[in-house]
Every structure is written in C-alpha cells, then in structure tokens.
C-alpha cells in the first residue's frame, strides 16, 4: 500500500480544495518577461504562433550568416572566414541567435502555468490573490514597454560607434579594432557593424527579461504564501519554479558556446593556459548560479518559517498519536491484541512517519538537483573542445590508461588493455610513416 503524508490544520484553518474563483487565472494566459514591441512586431507580421518564436531565431541567425558567407565570396575571403581563428562569429549567428529565441518559447509557456499554478494550489490565497495580479499587470506593462527596447538600443549603437565589446566576453570576433582593420571591407562591415549589433541587442534585451523575471519573482516572494510543509515536492508547493529555471539552460548553453568560441580563439592565438581555463569554468559555474540559482534564495525565509512551523505542529502530532497508539497496543492491560492484524492504526502510523520525514527533509530553496546538473551540464559541456586542445595528447592518452588500468578488476584485462593500446600506438606510427613518406615523394 503506498504511503501518504498528514496534514494537520491550525485552529480554525479551512482547507484548500483547488479552483479558480472569480476566473483569475484567465488573465495569466499570456503571463511572461519575454514578448515586448518585437514580438508584437513578429505577430502582427504573423512570424510568431503564440510565445513560440524559435523559427524567427533560426531564420534571423541564417539570414545574417547566409549574406556574411556571400560577401566572403564575392570578396574570394572564405578561406579566411572559415578558419578557426573566426569561429566564435559563426557561433554567434548560428547557435546563440536560434538559442535565445528558443529559450524565450520554451520559458513562456512555463511561467503562464506557474503563475496560474499560485492560484489552483493555493499557495496564493485570500488577499494576496489581488496583490498577485497586480504584481502579474506591472511586469506585463514593463515588458511591453518601448523604453528598454530603447535603451537597449542606444547601449548597442554606444557599443558598436566606441568599438567596445561586451563585457565578459573576448576574442577576436567580439569587437572592432580599428588599428587592426583600418579601411575594413563590405564583408567586415556587414560583420561589424550588423551581425555583432544584432547579437548584442538581443543579449541586452535577454538579460532586461531575466531582470524583470527577478522582480516578479521578489515582490512574489513578499506575498503571503501558503507553504505546505509537506508537499511532494519538497519546497512546501514552489516547486514548479525549478522547472521554470531549467528553461534558463537553453540560455546558458548558447553563452558557453560562444565563450567556448573566445576562448578557442584566445588558445589560436596563445593568449590562454589551461590554468587560465580552470579559472574561467569557475567563473562561468559561479556566475550561472548567481543568476539562475541566486533569485530563489528570495523564498528561503518563508520556506524556513514552513519548515519550523511544520516540525513544530508535526511533532506535536506525531507524540499524540504514539502515545495513544502505545496505550491501545503495547502499554499494560491491553485489550486488542488479537485485532492487530489488519488495523489501520498501523498503516496510519507509517504515514505519520512518512510525513515526519518529508517536513524533515524540506529544501530551503525550490530547487532540485535536475535543475543544478542541467545548467551544470549546459555550461560544461561546450568547454570540452576547448580543454582537448590545451591538453598535450600525451596527457590525455597517459590518463586515459591510468583511468582504464585502475577501473580494471584483473590482471587479464590489464594486459588486454595494454596489448590494444599498444596496437593502436602501432597503427598511429605506421599511419604517420606512410603520410610522412607520400609527402617526400610528392616533394
């Protein structure tokens, strides 16, 4: 039989069924921070069904990528733009571009159903229905308005009239030299002055729709929330919030990229150590968290409050029920114990425990473990290349004998081991013999 939790209500307290009163939730339909005057173009262009603007990303990034690959043609410059050492311009368009719009659909949709999750859980109840929609309104008025497309604006014409690039970011694709290039080309141009532009508005604009998201996620987090100790979810009913972040891991990913893409421009040019990377990964987990993990620290007092409440009025339960289970079964002068088997004191009794241990095991923030190995993962894994080219491949093939050697549980596959390595070792020199003589005679 599977067990369940128990809930006991404060003096007075009714219980939450569930539902909409009023139709509240209506109004939460077309609920997010991504949208604002160029998704209302998008629509009115009919380039965007709903929230889901994906296309757009994908269609905006080729366009401006397709016209860069043309230019270079015209110009007889592909073999330059399709070095490694410009590869971080290719990531840009191709990649981030497509991923932001990406993030943005996925996202949407989840913070509608969290806002309307509030109201049909009834973590937001009574009064603080009214202040949640409120609260819903102003984001709302804010993302729809034209002053941060604006200001966005002027710090990406600001950006590309100084030829300063953009913080946290490096590499020779990210900003304009003109010591460098002094009478640049119609490719250089388009590059310069409309691709990376672009890209820089889009950023900005990403980064006023997470700020926003903060915001409504402050003055959420001052309501008076209705936290059940409890919960299968082990963050009192905010759970759902840790789905909402794990959209954010589109937008991490397409930022490791083109990091991933600086870097390797860095490594072409001698400008990083593999020391120098260590140091960046750290920075780059630290900084994910601070902005993706950081904004649910702003529910941690109420969570705490739950949790101590909980404990409080489930210990207090729970030293009733066994003290009055104790007297009926196991205390002197009992009377029932030939009616043990199949009483619901004891299943009872094991769903008190069960309960007891979910209020213990309460997080003080709505976050999982999924949600922290997504964004992990997401920034990690596009750095793979690059560390692969900082390590020696004598390193890379020492540590991967001494990893095969030491998870080997016998002697035999030790040396089986050692026989396939030394085969391929064979192979490799003989391949590199035969390359190296049709290279003489060709000469």
């Not at 971080?88 to 191709?94: I, K």
């Not at 997470?210 to 299968?232: G, N």
Request: aromatic share 10%.
């Amino acid at each position: 039989m599977a067990s369940t939790t128990i809930e006991p209500q404060a003096p007075g307290e009714q219980p939450h069924h569930g539902g909409d009163p009023g139709g509240v939730t209506e109004s939460f339909a077309g609920f997010s921070v991504f949208g604002g005057p160029l998704h209302a173009l998008l629509a009115r262009l009919k380039l965007a069904r709903g929230s889901n603007v994906t296309p757009v990303g994908f269609a905006l990034g080729i366009a401006l990528w397709s016209v860069l690959v043309a230019l270079a043609a015209l110009e007889g410059q592909l073999h330059r733009i399709f070095s490694l050492d410009v590869i971080a311009g290719h990531v840009r368009l191709l990649i981030v571009i497509p991923m932001l719009f990406m993030c943005a659909s996925s996202a949407a949709p989840r913070m509608a159903a969290f806002a309307r999750y509030l109201i049909l859980s009834g973590v937001v109840r009574g009064q603080a229905v009214g202040e949640l929609v409120r609260h819903v309104t102003t984001v709302k008025r804010l993302r729809d308005s034209f002053v941060p497309d604006v200001v966005c604006l002027a710090l990406t014409l600001g950006l590309a009239i100084t030829y300063t690039p953009l913080p946290l970011f490096s590499g020779a694709t990210d900003g304009y030299d003109p010591a460098r290039a002094a009478a640049p080309t119609l490719l250089g141009r388009w590059y310069w002055f409309v691709c990376l532009p672009v890209f820089r508005y889009l950023i900005l604009r990403w980064l006023w729709a997470l700020l926003l998201w903060v915001y409504f996620l402050l003055r959420l987090s001052r309501l008076a929330l209705k936290l059940i100790p409890t919960h299968p979810d082990r963050a009192g009913g905010l759970g759902y919030l840790g789905i909402v972040h794990a959209e954010f891991s589109f937008f991490v990913f397409g930022m490791s990229c083109v990091l991933a893409a600086n870097f390797a421009e860095d490594v072409l040019a001698g400008l990083m150590t593999l020391n120098m990377l260590y140091s960046r990964l750290c920075f780059l987990l630290v900084g994910n968290f601070v902005l993706f993990v950081g904004p649910l620290f702003l529910f941690s007092r109420k969570l705490w409050e739950a949790l101590a409440e909980g404990t409080t009025r489930y210990m207090e339960l729970a030293a009733r029920y066994v003290d009055e289970f104790d007297c009926k079964w196991i205390g002197e002068g009992v009377r029932h114990r030939g009616e043990l088997l199949g009483t619901p004191d004891l299943q009872t009794l094991a769903d008190l425990g069960s309960s007891v241990e979910v209020v213990d095991n309460m997080s003080l923030i709505p976050a999982s473990r999924r949600l922290l190995l997504s964004l992990a993962v997401a920034a990690l894994a596009p750095m793979i290349p690059i560390a692969l080219m900082l390590l020696p491949g004598d390193d890379i093939a020492a540590k991967l004998i001494k990893f095969l050697l030491g998870s080997a549980d016998s002697a035999t596959t030790q040396l089986s081991v050692c026989l396939a390595f030394a085969c391929l070792s064979d192979r490799a020199a003989g391949a590199r013999y035969g390359l190296r003589a049709a290279r003489r005679e060709k000469a």
